[in-house]
């Protein structure tokens, strides 16, 4: 013990003449930050804003006593990462979607609908609750495993890791109206008791707590892990991202992933074919990493991701069959759409950008909507919308009223489903990491702070800066040749109607969206 502190001892002289008392002070310094410091950051510094769960309690409540004449089924069908044109029926060449190209010829396919952020646990946030992610304090990027050095690390910067519980999600206005509830898949919006589906009205729950790239991806029903995953990588990491990655140990099987919820999803509905339901069925493909199905691995002309997503079109196939083989396709509104742009192995057609992107290839995404004989069939509309839109437009179907404690940012579309006009006149923008609304579009135009501008060094070599403005006409480009300096009056306007929007969400002083 004396020859260790002897030792110390030197070391610490030898630092003190090489680096003088500012190194140990230094040393001092990260000591603190890393064992005190940052471990009580983590645990106390949590989002303080005042809470609404007895408003939600009231609502809920209050909804529960009225008596519904109609009450409809709603499925709706929630892909991972898949690309405004990785179907057939939205212009892929290799990729072969017959089932989803034959139900856009019997419902109504958008060609500008978005999802409320480019990336997916916001975006999940905005569809259940209708609100902009950042009211939900799911605006910064994807909530982490807890445990994780990335899950600490958010807690740390003081942002949330699990969706708030006051937030009132559609599954509970369902549940509260008498409605069987079930989610299938991904669900990616907090991992602890008091979080889950099962927490925010969802009778049944099979799936995933959150990306298939996120490991151990265990299998769970209701609370309890039905299926455990003990994969492990050769590197030690606890990210997935490709399924060519070198394994130590082979856990679950993800090409079986696809298959275990479209057999749930069977069963749900043949248990529930006499009573009304709403069923969420959150794939977790064609996120990365990507696993087919091996009974038809290699048939896609689109190599592996096509594979992957030809196996979502047979689970779609099962799911209307299902309808048909128990006459609930007259009864039953099918919703289908994504939860962001193509990722990098995806296909986002003739649009700029990707997930996490701004662009538009990073939020307009594939939109089909169809409910027999209620709806017009082979409708192609362009009339803008946003995933945001479906819990005032499936309330309002249903005649309930929204929560009246809370601002509800979407907007009743089914009129849009009818072939009628958009109720909006511009729709926004939101930054990956922040949440922050970042740029607009009108029925044409689209102002957007996320372009690029070059800086030179050197002369001709030079860096790229996501800080110049620009000014695009999504009629008839896509968003390559900035137009601002031609149409400054344009850019003004769709600037002053952002800035307007940005200044409304109160962040400072009132960022969940309370009002009273």
Same mark, same amino acid.
């Given at each position: 013990?004396?020859?260790? @502190?002897?030792?110390?001892?030197?070391?610490?002289?030898?630092?003190?003449?090489?680096?003088?008392?500012?190194?140990?002070?230094?040393?001092?310094?990260?000591?603190?930050?890393?064992?005190?410091?940052?471990?009580?950051?983590?645990?106390?510094?949590?989002?303080?804003?005042?809470?609404?769960? +007895?408003?939600?309690?009231?609502?809920?409540?209050?909804?529960?006593?009225?008596?519904?004449?109609?009450?409809?089924?709603?499925?709706?069908?929630?892909? *991972?990462?898949?690309?405004?044109?990785?179907?057939?029926?939205?212009?892929? +060449?290799?990729?072969?979607?017959?089932?989803? *190209? #034959?139900?856009?010829?019997?419902?109504?396919?958008?060609? *500008?609908?978005?999802?409320?952020?480019?990336?997916?646990?916001?975006?999940?946030?905005?569809?259940?609750?209708?609100r902009l992610p950042i009211r939900t304090l799911a605006?910064?990027?994807?909530?982490?495993? $807890?445990?994780?050095?990335?899950?600490?690390?958010?807690?740390f910067m003081g942002l949330a890791n699990n969706l708030?519980?006051?937030?009132?999600?559609?599954?509970?206005?369902?549940?509260?109206?008498?409605? +069987?509830?079930?989610?299938?898949?991904?669900?990616?919006?907090?991992?602890?008791?008091?979080?889950?589906?099962?927490?925010?009205?969802?009778?049944?729950?099979?799936?995933?707590?959150? #990306?298939?790239?996120?490991?151990?991806?265990?299998?769970?029903?209701n609370y309890n892990i039905e299926e455990e995953d003990?994969?492990?990588?050769?590197?030690?990491?606890?990210?997935?991202?490709?399924?060519?990655?070198?394994?130590?140990?082979?856990?679950?099987?993800?090409?079986?992933?696809?298959?275990?919820?479209?057999?749930?999803?069977?069963?749900?509905?043949?248990?529930? +074919?006499?009573?009304?339901?709403?069923?969420?069925?959150?794939?977790?493909?064609?996120?990365?990493?990507?696993?087919?199905?091996?009974?038809?691995?290699?048939?896609? $002309?689109?190599?592996?991701?096509?594979?992957?997503?030809?196996?979502?079109?047979?689970?779609?196939?099962?799911?209307? $069959?299902?309808?048909?083989?128990?006459?609930? $396709?007259?009864?039953?509104?099918?919703?289908?759409?994504?939860?962001?742009?193509?990722?990098?192995?995806?296909?986002?057609?003739?649009?700029?950008?990707?997930?996490?992107?701004?662009?538009?290839?990073?939020?307009?995404?594939?939109?089909?909507?169809?409910?027999?004989?209620?709806?017009?069939?082979?409708?192609?509309?362009?009339?803008?919308?946003?995933?945001?839109?479906?819990?005032?437009?499936?309330?309002?179907?249903?005649?309930?009223?929204?929560?009246?404690?809370?601002?509800?940012?979407?907007?009743?579309?089914?009129?849009?489903?009818?072939?009628?006009?958009?109720?909006?006149?511009?729709?926004?923008?939101?930054?990956?990491?922040?949440?922050?609304?970042?740029?607009?579009?009108?029925?044409?135009?689209?102002?957007?702070?996320?372009?690029?501008?070059?800086?030179?060094?050197?002369?001709?070599?030079? @860096?790229?800066?996501?800080?110049?403005?620009?000014?695009?006409?999504?009629?008839?480009?896509?968003?390559?040749?900035?137009?601002?300096?031609?149409?400054?009056?344009?850019? *003004?306007?769709?600037?002053?109607?952002?800035?307007?929007?940005?200044?409304?969400?109160?962040?400072?002083?009132?960022?969940?969206?309370?009002?009273?």
């Amino acid at each position: 013990m004396r020859k260790i @502190v002897s030792i110390l001892k030197r070391m610490l002289n030898i630092i003190i003449k090489s680096f003088g008392f500012l190194a140990i002070a230094f040393i001092i310094f990260s000591l603190i930050f890393v064992f005190i410091w940052f471990p009580y950051k983590v645990k106390h510094n949590q989002p303080k804003w005042e809470s609404h769960a +007895k408003q939600k309690e009231t609502y809920l409540k209050e909804v529960s006593k009225l008596n519904l004449k109609e009450k409809p089924n709603i499925i709706i069908i929630f892909f *991972d990462d898949l690309g405004y044109g990785d179907l057939s029926c939205y212009g892929n +060449k290799l990729i072969k979607t017959p089932t989803i *190209d #034959s139900l856009t010829n019997y419902g109504v396919k958008f060609t *500008d609908f978005y999802s409320s952020s480019p990336v997916c646990t916001p975006s999940r946030a905005g569809l259940l609750t209708g609100r902009l992610p950042i009211r939900t304090l799911a605006g910064n990027h994807v909530f982490m495993a $807890e445990g994780t050095f990335a899950a600490d690390m958010r807690k740390f910067m003081g942002l949330a890791n699990n969706l708030p519980i006051d937030e009132i999600l559609i599954s509970e206005v369902f549940k509260a109206i008498g409605y +069987k509830t079930g989610m299938l898949g991904k669900w990616h919006l907090g991992e602890v008791k008091g979080h889950l589906p099962n927490d925010f009205g969802f009778d049944e729950f099979y799936g995933v707590k959150y #990306s298939n790239d996120m490991l151990p991806l265990n299998i769970y029903r209701n609370y309890n892990i039905e299926e455990e995953d003990k994969t492990e990588l050769v590197s030690g990491s606890r990210s997935y991202f490709d399924s060519d990655d070198s394994l130590k140990i082979k856990g679950l099987d993800q090409s079986l992933l696809t298959e275990k919820y479209t057999n749930e999803a069977v069963k749900f509905i043949n248990k529930n +074919k006499d009573k009304p339901f709403f069923l969420y069925f959150a794939h977790s493909f064609p996120h990365v990493p990507h696993f087919a199905s091996k009974k038809y691995a290699g048939e896609s $002309e689109g190599g592996l991701y096509g594979d992957v997503v030809e196996d979502l079109d047979r689970s779609v196939q099962l799911v209307m $069959e299902a309808l048909t083989a128990n006459g609930l $396709e007259e009864n039953t509104l099918v919703i289908i759409t994504s939860d962001n742009g193509a990722d990098y192995n995806g296909n986002a057609g003739n649009l700029r950008g990707r997930k996490t992107q701004t662009y538009e290839g990073g939020q307009r995404v594939p939109l089909i909507v169809l409910w027999k004989n209620h709806l017009p069939e082979g409708i192609v509309t362009d009339q803008m919308a946003m995933n945001t839109d479906f819990f005032p437009t499936l309330l309002s179907l249903l005649n309930i009223p929204l929560p009246n404690d809370r601002i509800i940012d979407g907007k009743n579309i089914f009129p849009v489903f009818e072939g009628k006009n958009s109720p909006h006149d511009y729709l926004y923008y939101t930054n990956t990491f922040t949440g922050k609304i970042v740029g607009v579009r009108n029925n044409r135009f689209k102002y957007h702070i996320g372009g690029y501008q070059s800086m030179p060094v050197f002369k001709a070599i030079g @860096v790229t800066l996501n800080k110049k403005p620009q000014l695009n006409d999504l009629l008839l480009g896509n968003e390559s040749h900035n137009l601002i300096k031609k149409f400054p009056q344009k850019a *003004d306007s769709l600037k002053n109607a952002m800035n307007l929007k940005i200044e409304s969400l109160q962040l400072e002083t009132n960022k969940r969206g309370w009002k009273h």
